[in-house]
Each structure stands twice: as structure tokens, then as C-alpha cells.
């Protein structure tokens, strides 16, 4: 330990200096985290990590998800339900099944169990990659939100196909009935332990007399018990810290003040991204001991790279086919749902892109690792090493291939929306802002007619308000004016929340005022 310690403090510096340079480059850092994995790995005076999957399972992801449904909107997951639920669920088992014929028919030894074992483990995209790729591309708030929704549920479904797979493949068995039963069971009853749990903890710290570090440990704890209450209990886990997320996102206002959501949203911000990076740099740490194993096995190299690149080539096929479906689909029976700009003719480029932004990452790495080294009855488990070397060749080369290659196709062929947008972001926020000056100068006026003429302090703050607020320059050092301030911004949260209830209001525009009075308050708490 006293030997790993020093190096799991390197990689974590590593991590920082990587994604600086990966953003001087302009190149998504998960790429460059791989990369040097791999590099150091090739050191002979490196320790080797042996990773044990719980340690992604049930350290990693349960946060990860947690961050996700706290900073997707929950009016777009609402909006495009459909096609993202085809996306997470229709698109992962359609996936799975390609793969298990295909694997059966090209690759030797491969029964259809384990077939759709790979194609569980490989067929849910990763959200991390995407976003750190598309934040140097400038893409439709619609296609955005249908990654992050997909990247959000798809998880689960691929988890559970996992488990069907892996229990088909032990005991030879599959009944049909008994399988759609516990996929129901894990789906419903997931979402049921998530959504209850949260609301207890929502209670709990809404008449606790908190302050913001408690909040914020409360809030680490919250994945963690969702996810192995649910495992437990024989439900998803991932559906119930996604569920879970969800309803406690969308109280945030009831149960946390502004320091701790102010001082939350750093500390989630900074945890993640260390998370992520540890996945991203153990990939390629880990790949010289899979091909060790690979080659122990008796598979040569070569092998295994021409069976995970004709792999990753056929995902990348299904995916993008899927995606036309779904274009099809929606054009045929939804039409509403589309811009009244839509063209069919020059939209063929959408299913291109959605369908190239499948780049896979920390679920297809604990999902391969998770695999047992030997069956029930002892025997060795079939083809593991192939379907490790597969796998982590296809997060290698989706990294690789797509991530390098999406912003050049994104420049190359720009998006249109997905839905029928009245107005740009830019117009969306002049107007939100507009609005929320305009009440607040109506408020003054109300609630402080009397006191105007006799109060510098409100009468300077509503000159300000008039004046595009300008940044006030006096201190607020008495209790009362402190009060009446206080009293204003919670006002401004109110009108935020009934605007946001207007579903074409953009819910991250509606966010970031919230956040921006959060941090008013707290400059205000600290004079």
C-alpha cells in the first residue's frame, strides 16, 4: 500500500496536467488519459493495478450517474422521452442482438449467450467522452440533450442484458418469461427504491439543521445507498440512482441553501472529473495485462485485433442505422415533433452524427471486468479473454477513431435541430433576463412603494434594476436592508421557478440564474 499510495497521488496529478493539455489542444482529455495509460503501462518499474469491478460498480458509477441527473434538464428528458428511450433501450437490445449473431457466424466459438454478453457489454455509449469532445463544438441544445438522456438510462438496460446474458451462458438456460418478469422487476422496482429513498432524504434535510459541508456529504452518501439498496433488493441500481437524482434535482431549492448548492457544485464538479479520469487512465493501464491474458489464452494478437476492429466496426454500423430508423420513425409518425424548417432531404447528416457519437467507455470497462473467471461447476468461463481484448479494443478505437475524427464531421456537416426551436439560446437568455428585471422592479415598486422616497438603499437598488442592474457598490452592512435583499432574491428564485415551468424556456438558461442569485446571496451573507 505504501508503495501504491504514491502512485494513485501521481495519476491524479497526471489526470489535471492531461486535461490541461488536452484543452490547449482542443482534443477530449478521455483520449489523451487513455493514451498515457497505455504509455506508462510499458514502464517495466510501474506497479500493476489489478482492478476489481466493484471498485467501478460500486464506487464509480453510483456518483457518476448521481452528477448526471443533477445537470440534465429535465423539461428535455420530458420533451424527447421517445427517441431517447428508443436510444437507451430499443437501440441497446437491438445492439446486443446484432453482435450475438454476428459474433455466432464470424467468430469461432462463440455461442449466441455469449455473443449478446459482448453485445451487452459493448452497446452503451459513453457520456464523459461525447461531452468532453463536444464542448469545443458548438451543437443544437436538442441533439445535446438526447446524448445526455440516452448516456443517462442506457446503463441500465445494458446491465441488465449483461445479467440475462451471464446467467444464460452459466447455466445454458434462457426462459423468456421468467426473463421479461425481472427486467420489469429491476426497471420499475428500481425507479420505486430510487424515488422513495430520495424523497426520505429530501425530508430528512429539509428539517435537519444543516449546514453546506453535512448537505454535500449527505449528498455523496445519497448514490451510494440508492445504488446497493436497490442491488439488494434484486433491482437496478443504476435505475435508482438515476431516478433518485432526478427527483432530488428538481428540489433542490426545498432542502439546500445557496451556500451548499453554491459549494456542491464545486465539489461535484471537481470529484467527478477525478473519477472519470482514474476510469479513462486505468483502460489503458490495464490493456498490457489484457493482452497478457489474451495471449495466455492461446489467442494471438493479431487475432484479437481484427475481432474487436471488425467488432467496433459493426456497432458503429448499428448505430448509425438505428438512428435513421429513428429519423424514419419520427418523420413518418411524429412529424410535430420536427422544426417547421425541417427538410428530409438535407437532414440525412443527423443519424450520421448521432450515430457517430458512440464512443464507449466506463460501463463497457466494469461490465468486461466483471466477467467470472470460471462457470458455477469450476470450469474455465468461455472465451473471457477474447471478450475482455474485445471490448477494451472497441472503447479504444470509438475513443480513438470517433472522438478524433466527430469534430471534423461536425464542422464538415452542421446539425439542424431536432425540434422546433422559436428562438436561439442567445435570444432565449436576453429575453430571461429581460423578464426577470422587469419583475423585480415591478416588486420593488409594490411591496416598497412607501419606503422609496425615504430609503437610499431602495431607491439606488431599483435605479440599478432599471439600469440593466449594475453592480450595486454599496455594502449592505444593515440588518434590514440585508432583509430586504434576502427577501428580493428569494422572489426572483420564485419567478424563476414558475417560468420554468414553461416548457419553452431552456431549463439550463433558467439554471444559471439560479445559480447567479446564489452566488448574490452569498456575496451578501459575507458583508
Not at 135 to 156: H, M, Q, R, Y
Not at 201 to 208: E, G, I, P, S
Not at 215 to 237: H, K, N
Not at 342 to 352: A, G, R, Y
Request: charged letters at 15%; proline letters at 4%.
Amino acid at each position: 500500500m505504501h508503495q501504491t499510495l504514491p502512485f494513485l497521488l501521481a495519476i491524479v496529478v497526471l489526470i489535471v496536467l492531461v486535461n490541461l493539455l488536452a484543452t490547449k489542444l482542443k482534443i477530449a482529455y478521455p483520449i489523451l488519459l487513455v493514451l498515457a495509460g497505455i504509455l506508462i503501462s510499458m514502464i517495466p518499474s510501474v506497479p500493476k493495478i489489478k482492478v476489481n469491478p466493484d471498485w467501478i460498480f460500486f464506487i464509480v458509477l453510483p456518483p457518476l450517474l448521481f452528477e448526471a441527473s443533477w445537470t440534465i434538464s429535465y423539461k428535455g428528458l420530458v420533451r424527447f422521452r421517445r427517441i431517447i428511450g428508443s436510444f437507451a433501450f430499443l437501440v441497446v437490445f437491438f445492439t446486443a442482438s446484432a453482435v450475438a449473431f454476428f459474433t455466432h457466424k464470424y467468430i469461432p466459438g462463440f455461442t449466441l449467450s455469449l455473443g449478446f454478453l459482448l453485445g451487452a457489454i459493448v452497446s452503451p455509449p459513453d457520456a464523459v467522452s461525447a461531452g468532453a469532445i463536444l464542448k469545443f463544438i458548438k451543437i443544437p441544445k436538442s441533439t445535446s440533450t438526447v446524448l445526455e438522456g440516452e448516456s443517462l438510462f442506457n446503463d441500465a438496460s445494458s446491465l441488465i442484458v449483461f445479467q440475462f446474458a451471464l446467467i444464460a451462458v452459466s447455466t445454458g438456460n434462457f426462459i423468456w418469461g421468467n426473463a421479461i418478469t425481472s427486467f420489469l422487476w429491476m426497471v420499475g422496482g428500481g425507479v420505486v427504491v430510487g424515488i422513495l429513498l430520495a424523497f426520505i432524504f429530501v425530508q430528512a434535510l429539509k428539517r435537519l439543521p444543516t449546514n453546506a459541508p453535512s448537505d454535500i456529504a449527505f449528498t455523496l452518501v445519497a448514490p451510494y445507498l440508492f445504488y446497493w439498496v436497490a442491488e439488494q433488493m434484486g433491482c437496478s441500481g443504476v435505475m435508482a440512482v438515476v431516478s433518485g437524482g432526478l427527483f432530488m434535482s428538481n428540489r433542490r431549492l426545498i432542502f439546500l441553501t445557496s451556500e451548499s448548492r453554491v459549494r456542491g457544485y464545486s465539489f461535484w464538479e471537481s470529484f467527478v472529473f477525478i473519477l472519470n479520469g482514474l476510469v479513462f487512465f486505468i483502460i489503458g493501464l490495464d490493456l498490457t495485462e489484457v493482452v497478457t491474458g489474451l495471449t495466455s489464452s492461446g489467442t494471438s494478437v493479431q487475432t484479437g485485433i481484427f475481432y474487436g476492429t471488425i467488432v467496433t466496426g459493426f456497432i458503429i454500423l448499428i448505430r448509425i442505422i438505428s438512428s435513421y430508423i429513428a429519423l424514419f420513425s419520427t418523420y413518418l409518425f411524429r412529424r410535430k415533433m420536427l422544426p417547421t424548417t425541417f427538410k428530409f432531404s438535407t437532414s440525412m447528416n443527423i443519424p450520421l452524427i448521432l450515430g457517430w457519437t458512440g464512443m464507449r467507455g466506463v460501463v463497457t470497462l466494469a461490465a468486461a471486468l466483471s466477467i467470472p473467471v470460471y462457470l458455477d461447476n469450476g470450469t474455465l468461463f468461455p472465451q473471457r479473454d477474447l471478450i475482455l481484448f474485445i471490448s477494451f479494443m472497441v472503447i479504444i478505437l470509438t475513443l480513438f477513431v470517433q472522438g478524433l475524427t466527430l469534430p471534423f464531421i461536425l464542422k464538415r456537416f452542421p446539425l439542424q435541430h431536432l425540434a422546433p426551436e422559436l428562438k436561439s439560446e442567445k435570444e432565449q437568455h436576453q429575453d430571461l433576463r429581460k423578464e426577470l428585471h422587469l419583475f423585480t422592479i415591478q416588486f420593488i415598486r409594490e411591496k416598497y412603494k412607501n419606503n422609496l422616497k425615504e430609503d437610499l438603499f431602495l431607491a439606488k437598488k431599483l435605479e440599478q434594476w432599471q439600469d440593466k442592474l449594475d453592480e450595486a457598490t454599496e455594502e449592505l452592512y444593515h440588518s434590514n436592508r440585508k432583509e430586504l435583499y434576502l427577501e428580493l432574491l428569494e422572489a426572483q428564485r420564485n419567478f424563476l421557478i414558475e417560468k420554468n415551468k414553461d416548457f419553452k424556456t431552456d431549463e439550463d438558461l433558467i439554471r444559471h440564474q439560479m445559480f447567479m442569485i446564489d452566488l448574490e446571496e452569498e456575496r451578501l451573507k459575507a458583508v
